[in-house]
Structures are given as C-alpha cells and as structure tokens.
C-alpha cells in the first residue's frame, strides 16, 4: 500500500472538488494538521474516517486504498487485490497461537436474558411509552483466558452492556455472573468494592493521576487492595517488564507518549489479578503504532497471563486481535464470529463480510475472499 500514492489521490480529490485542507478537516471535524500528514504520505486516515471521506470526495473505498480511479470492468478484480494488500500492511503476516489447554476452562462472565430499559425520556426522542430499550435480552459466556470483542455502531447498546458488567449501572431485567456471582444483587454501596477487587479497566483516555508516577499509578491499585507493601515494588516491577515499560517507571503520564500511558493503564489493570479486564475503546486515543502495540499487550496477557479480556470497540483492526467477536445491534447481540486457528488477516475479512451482512449493505470493498 503506497501511502504517498493514496496522499497525493486525496489532494487530488480534495482540489477537484475546490476544498482547502482546512475546508475538508472541517467538514470530517478534524486538524489541517491530519489532512497535511494524509496528503503527504505520512499517515492514513483513521478506520472511522474511510467511509465517511469516501463519500465527501465522491469515490469508493477501494479507489482510496488503491490511490486511483478503478475502472468499472476491473472493480472486483481491484477490490480483493487492494483489501489483501490494506489488511497486510495494518495487520502484518501471523499465524494464529493457538492456546492449548487440556480442559475446558471455566466461565468468567456469563450474561444471561440481560435486559436495560431507560425511563422519562423526553417526547421526541422515537422512545416508546417514554422509555428506551439500550439492551434487550442479551446472553453469552465468556470462559476464563480468553480475549472477547463486541462490535457496534454508536447506539447499538454495547457501552450499555460494558457499564451493567463493570456494575456502574443494573439490569432491569437478567443476570451477570462474575466468576458465579450475581452482580445484580450487589448493593450500590458495595459495588465500588467490588470493581476494586474482580475488575481491571482499561479506558480510552487512560485515566491516570498525572501527579503520580507511572510507578505509583500501578501500585495505587495494589494499595488499595491492600497488597503488603513488601510484596508491591517486586509486582510492580515484574508486570513493567513484561509490558516494556520498565523504563519510564520513574516517569510522569505527561511525559511519556500516549502508547507508553495506555501500556501503564493495562500494567495497573492486570496487576490485581482481576476476574476479567474491561476495556472501552482502548485504542481510540491512539496512532495506529500504538494501537497495534496495545492489542499485541491483550493478547499476550490472554495467551500468557490467561487474563480474561472483554473489549468494546467499533475498529476493525482492534477486534482482528480477539479470540471471538460478539456483534450488537439496537440492543441486541446479532451474530457472533469465532477466530479459531484464522490469522489476523483473515479473522479481518471475516468480520467485515459479517458486518456487511448485519448491516444488510453491499460495499464491493467488503466481497473479500479469505487469504
């Protein structure tokens, strides 16, 4: 994929239809700055910008990833050769690691009839009888060790779903068991203890105390806890390690890149020993570098820490890296995708051809033939 090839298609685009670089950032509610960085081949759009800069220029989706018109009688010759080509250079050449385990592990989560209704909503706001259905009769398990994406359109329920697992809001309906308890019947003054002590989060905007260490913000957790002070520093210590960021310990979150910030939020997360890790668009404040780097994180401590991993995301790239993608819709779980043994590139066709197929669309650039 020539990135200078797609930067100087996109300039060309841009000036035919008589835009500035600022009149386009305006209009996809971006920098100058990234339009300048696109056009000079100096980095990609953003997955979520594709669609939305395809149809502000007037070309498709493979036409932008090949940096050219396509001809009619050539387009789906074009489409694969071009989706291949994009999905080896996000995602790289790999083999699937297939975990090998002699039994079947346990379940971590199991979500069952789960069921969220929002009442006194405003008139006007398409709800029926004054309430909105955000999760309607949800259910799947998710066993120990493993790496679960739920993919989603803003409004489709997932970031619902995420708050009833991390107990910040109650079904009305349905149960969540964690590890075989019944979130639902935890009171409300003893659900921030709980999350203290079963959950690991991993947010967006990495939540860190930017007057603490990146050393500090891990052992917080661990003090909290109530780890002996004696055990702390080695725990600490080993964890950086194994996540590369022994380095920038001693380091403030300022200081270090956004990256290196997020490895420290999943270092503070798995340090615990939680039931299962819960990340919202963990990878949204970040280049695709990073991003990548973080997802190898997960699925490293999936596969070597058996840590127990659910990931709302709607990045393509981001649930490629999963063991199993659930795909929700108007509150509704519609479909789900099992990795198995497929590597990257191929567990990433697989889920855009189900994506098209949930959405009821036809996108050439989604008619991709599994490598």
Not at 123 to 135: F, I, P, T
Request: net charge negative; with cysteine.
């Amino acid at each position: 994929m020539n990135q200078i090839k797609i930067g100087a298609f996109i300039s060309g685009c841009r000036k035919t239809k008589g835009w500035t670089q600022s009149q386009l950032a305006e209009k996809l509610g971006i920098t100058d700055k990234a339009i300048s960085k696109w056009e000079t081949g100096r980095s990609m759009p953003d997955l979520s910008l594709f669609m939305p800069l395809c149809t502000l220029l007037g070309i498709t989706l493979n036409e932008l990833f090949a940096g050219e018109y396509i001809a009619e009688e050539k387009l789906k010759e074009k489409a694969d050769e071009v989706l291949m080509d994009v999905v080896t250079n996000w995602l790289g050449h790999d083999q699937r690691e297939v975990k090998v385990c002699g039994t079947v592990p346990p379940n971590v989560l199991e979500v069952e009839n789960v069921s969220k209704r929002y009442g006194n909503v405003p008139a006007g706001y398409g709800a029926e009888n004054n309430s909105v259905l955000a999760v309607n009769n949800v259910s799947f398990q998710i066993p120990h060790g493993s790496f679960v994406g739920i993919m989603g359109a803003s409004g489709s329920g997932k970031t619902t779903l995420l708050h009833l697992i991390a107990t910040i809001d109650k079904p009305t309906n349905g149960a969540i068991r964690i590890s075989g308890q019944n979130i639902a019947d935890i009171p409300e003054e003893a659900a921030a203890e709980f999350r203290r002590r079963h959950l690991g989060f991993v947010f967006q905007e990495y939540n860190l105390l930017e007057t603490l260490t990146v050393y500090e913000n891990i052992a917080l957790a661990l003090t909290v806890k109530e780890v002996s002070k004696e055990s702390i520093r080695p725990m600490v210590q080993s964890i950086a390690k194994k996540l590369g960021i022994s380095a920038i310990l001693d380091k403030f979150p300022y200081e270090v890149s956004g990256g290196q910030r997020q490895r420290c939020a999943c270092a503070r997360a798995i340090v615990v020993n939680p039931d299962i890790i819960l990340a919202d668009e963990p990878t949204g404040a970040l280049d695709s570098h990073a991003a990548r780097q973080l997802l190898g994180t997960f699925a490293m401590l999936s596969r070597e820490y058996s840590a127990t991993i659910l990931m709302v995301t709607h990045d393509v790239m981001a649930a490629s890296y999963c063991d199993r993608i659930l795909f929700m819709k108007d509150g509704e779980i519609k479909a789900a995708l099992n990795r198995g043994q497929e590597s990257k590139q191929a567990f990433f066709a697989d889920i855009l051809q189900k994506i098209e197929w949930i959405e009821g669309e036809s996108h050439v650039v989604l008619e991709a033939v599994n490598p």
